[in-house]
C-alpha cells in the first residue's frame, strides 16, 4: 500500500500561517499529514479540530492524535462543518479552515473500497460505508438517461450515452458488482480510446462524486467555512478536479467582491461589501514534490482571509 503523502504540506501551513493559541479546523483528515503538522504549529493554547466521514480516518485520526488534549476529533460530513464547530469548540470562530478534497490515497489503494480500478475490488465508492447507497447498488437501477448524465455532468465524459447503454445492457445479463468489471464494460463501450488515461477514468471519478454527492456537499461547507472565521482568518481549499476547483474559485472571487447590485453607489451596506480577500494566485506542486508524490500533479491550492 503507498505511503500517504500529504499534498502541497508546506504551501497549506504557509497559507494558513498558523499562530500559537489558534483555533484551526482539518475538515478533512484523511491520514492526519497535514492535521500533525498543523498541530505542530499552534503551541500549547491552540485547538485544532479534525473531522473525516470515514471511519477508518476518524479511527487513524482518534488513534494518532486522541491523546492530546488540544484535539478534538469528530465523524461527519463537512456539509455540517457549523454544527461539528460549534459542538466541538464553542461559538467563537476559527482561526484557519482546511478542506483538502478529493479520495485520499489510502482510500484509493484499499480495493475493498472501490475507489480504483487499479486493483479488483467490491464496487462501493461511498467515503462512508456506513450509510447510502453504495456504486453497485445504484448501478443496478439506475435508467440509461440518469446514468448518461452522472457521466456527462460530473465526469464531462464525451461518450456518456455510449457507456450508459453498454452498462444497462450488461447488467441484464450479470450485476455489476466489481470495480474490475466495470472498468471493462466502460472499456468495451469505446473499443477506439487512444487517450493516455484510462477509458474508465472518468465514469469513476463521475460516479464517485455522484454518489458521495461530492459537489453539492463543497458549496455548503465552502459557505459554512468562511463564515466561521474570525477577522485574519483564512481558508484552504485543495481541489483535484477542474469541477471543484472552478467552485472554488467562483465562491472566493465572489465572496471577495462587494456586490454589483450596490456598484457605484455612495453608501454600501455591510452585507453588500466583501468578506475575503483572496491571497495570490492558485498553487500547484512544484517538480520536486511531483517527484516524490506524482498524485499531487493534479492538485491546486486556493485560499482567502477573512476581512
Known sequence: MTMHVPVLLEEVLQALSPRAGGRYIDATYGRGGHAAALLAQLGEGGRLLVIDQDPAAVADARARLGADARVVVR???????????????????????????GVSSPQLDDP?????FQADGPLDMRMNPQTGKSAADWLATAPAAEIAGVLRDYGEERHARRIARRLVEAR????????GRLASLVASALPG????????TRSFQAIRIFINREL????????????????????CVISFHSLEDRRVKRFLRGRSRPDPVYAGLPQMPAHARPTLRLL?????????????NPRARSAVLRAAERL
Open 112 to 116: 475493498a473500497r472501490g475507489f480504483s
Open 172 to 179: 441484464a445479463e450479470a450485476p455489476i458488482e466489481t470495480t
Open 216 to 235: 453539492e456537499v463543497l458549496e455548503t461547507a465552502l459557505t459554512q467555512a468562511a463564515d466561521l472565521l474570525v477577522q485574519g482568518g483564512r481558508l
Open 280 to 292: 495570490g494566485r492558485a498553487v500547484r506542486a512544484d517538480e520536486a514534490e511531483l517527484a516524490r
Open 193 to 200: 480510446h487512444r487517450e493516455r488515461k484510462h477509458p474508465a
Open 75 to 101: 465523524q461527519g460530513n463537512f456539509a455540517d462543518l457549523a454544527r461539528l464547530a460549534g459542538e466541538a469548540l464553542g461559538e467563537a470562530g476559527v482561526d484557519g479552515v482546511l478542506l483538502d478534497l
